[in-house]
């Protein structure tokens, strides 16, 4: 299994972005996705996940009411709609794939929100 993310760039605070993540090397679609995110010194933070089976939704406190992610099983895509960003969103973003008990990361891709 393979992730791609991307997406990342600079932005202005009060801006938007949106992430992709696409996955290979999967056949099924019984497999949940989410987002993490990590500045360095700290832990991998949540941010967002969809499941396979019904496409609800979890977020993180620190992005939600201004965050949507949304997949497409036939395109083995997620999204992750950031908008209203701020300077404390900024890190580097990984996709993740769980299925049958094992995790996938991708490599991650880079926000920056200037204030």
């Known amino acids: 299994v393979q992730l791609q993310a991307s997406g990342g760039g600079l932005v202005q605070a009060g801006g938007s972005l949106r992430l992709s993540c696409a996955a290979s090397?999967?056949?099924?679609?019984?497999?949940?996705m989410g987002w993490f995110r990590q500045v360095p010194g700290k832990e991998r933070e949540f941010v967002a996940n969809v499941r396979w089976n019904d496409g609800s939704t979890g977020y993180g406190d620190s992005v939600k009411g201004r965050s949507t992610i949304a997949r497409d099983n036939a395109k083995k895509t997620m999204w992750l709609q950031m908008n209203s960003l701020k300077p404390e969103d900024t890190a580097v973003y990984y996709c993740k794939l769980s299925n049958r008990g094992r995790d996938y990361w991708g490599q991650g891709t880079l926000v920056t929100v200037s204030s």
């Open positions: 090397g999967i056949s099924l679609n019984n497999y949940n």
